[in-house]
């Protein structure tokens, strides 16, 4: 099969194999260029929790081809059939797992619904076997929870929960951007009912990190100077009224309460080292171009930091998160007033904030392809499904039962 991207409003429905492969293999390289792997100081057994793409899958690249450290991570990824493409996650992981074998990394990957109570036991054997396996102990030094999932069961109800990105208390009506033909629209979305802002606590809140220490704490699987980490997002004033402040913020707030949770009942009981949420930046990953308001402020956001040589991508961010917050000269994890981490402090920065601020008041559909990176947006999602890779022959025929 030749394989051409299939794009339905916005959203990729297929994957290329060489293109995730190249691009897992860019991002092992940034991780081996600028981080050191330091005796007694740097993690050796790390599980990631959602760990075949975005930030999740730049945290376990940076784990393993940064410092060296055997890797257990979970996803949930599309197999590949004999008409359809595998899901980008799918292709990720393979060639993780593949270029740690070559590196003689020792990695396990699971691939099934992060929530349930079966995954977790399988992951707390996958770690015992993996430790074995390299010949240290199972004890886990770091756990990096990066879940995005639009449902999760819950494992004592067997309720589905259903997430939804809405306003709070009030409708919203916000400018959006079309990165596939530059066009703008207007999106709406009228206000969240109290059982969509529950539902969406139960996904994207902290409930199912907790029960994830809980069940490696029972089966003596941390390691006394563990680090436990989830990410989370701010952004500027501008999204507040989508994001912060609406119904994916409510669950942020929940993932920041599991972590104050987690550091009373395991930090101060010296279980583990600390737990915190780290603040990332606003990147392209699979749902970005959905989220009403963000595709136009990122355009802007990325135009205006690749200017000012300050952009990163997914694996820049865990590099700076692992090298200059967590692994630190000092041992010392910098901190904001409120305990988070804080990554997206360039994006944040001042001047960035002012720079677009004014270039989204002045863009056009005239001049917006000159103005903003809807380039380099529209470019950043075909490669997180494996399009728009350099040095990747899409004209070639890809046998998918090999794959
Ligand atoms: P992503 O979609 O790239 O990755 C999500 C991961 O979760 C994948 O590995 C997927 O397989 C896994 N997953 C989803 N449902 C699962 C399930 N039921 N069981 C097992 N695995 C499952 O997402 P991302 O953008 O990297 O986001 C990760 C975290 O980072 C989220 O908490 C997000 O809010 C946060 N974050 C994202 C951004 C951004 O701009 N993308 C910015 C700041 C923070």
Redesign the pocket.
């Known amino acids: 099969m030749i394989i051409k991207p299939m794009i339905r409003n916005n959203i990729c429905l297929n994957a290329h194999p060489a293109g995730c492969e190249a691009s897992v293999k860019k991002q092992i390289e940034y991780a081996k260029k600028y981080l050191t792997k330091t005796e007694g100081k740097t993690p050796k057994l790390a599980l990631v ?9 730049a945290s376990r690249i940076a784990a393993a081809f940064g410092y060296g450290a055997v890797t257990v991570g ?4 599309k197999e590949p059939s004999a008409k359809h493409t595998g ?1 980008f ?1 799918f292709y990720n992981n393979k060639t993780f797992d593949c270029e740690a074998e070559k590196a003689g990394l020792v990695s396990v990957t699971l691939n ?4 349930s109570d079966e ?1 977790k036991a399988k992951a707390c054997e996958a770690v015992r076997q993996a430790a074995e396996k390299a010949g240290i102990p199972a004890k886990i030094d770091i756990v990096i ?5 639009p ?2 069961t819950d494992p004592k109800t067997g309720i589905m929960h259903k997430s939804v990105i809405k306003p709070i208390g009030a409708p919203f009506s916000g400018k959006t951007l079309n990165m596939m033909d530059g066009s703008f629209g207007i999106a709406e979305a009228e206000p969240a009912s109290e059982e969509e802002i529950l539902n969406t606590v139960k996904v ?1 809140g902290g409930e199912d990190w907790e029960l994830w220490m809980d069940v490696l704490d029972k089966e003596g699987l941390l390691s006394q100077k563990a680090y436990s980490l ?4 701010i952004g500027p004033e501008l999204s507040w009224a989508i994001y912060k402040n609406g119904t ?1 913020g409510k669950a ?1 707030e929940d ?1 920041e309460r599991a972590c104050r949770d987690i550091n009373s009942r395991f930090t101060a009981q010296k279980k583990i080292k600390g737990a915190w949420v780290s ?10 171009a959905v989220i009403p308001v963000i595709p136009f402020y990122v355009t802007c956001l990325f135009k205006v930091m690749k200017e000012m040589g300050l952009h990163e991508g ?1 694996i820049e961010q865990i590099v700076r998160l692992y090298r200059d917050r967590l692994y630190t000269f000092d041992g010392l994890v910098p901190v904001d007033s409120e305990n988070r981490i804080r990554i ?1 402090d360039w994006e944040m920065r001042g001047d960035v904030q002012e720079a677009v601020t004014s270039r989204m008041k002045i863009i056009t559909p005239d001049n917006v392809f000159a103005e903003t990176d809807i380039a380099g947006f529209k470019h950043d999602f075909m490669e ?1 499904h494996g399009f728009d890779v350099d040095g990747v022959d899409y004209e070639a025929y890809v046998d998918l039962d090999a794959e």
């Open positions: 929790i959602g760990c075949s793409s975005g930030y999740g899958l979970v996803s949930y990824e899901s996650g099934g619904d992060a929530f995954i929870y990066s879940l995005a999932s449902v999760r994207m989830a990410y989370t997002y994916i942020k993932l603040v990332n930046k606003a990147l392209v990953t699979r749902s970005s997914c997206d997180v």
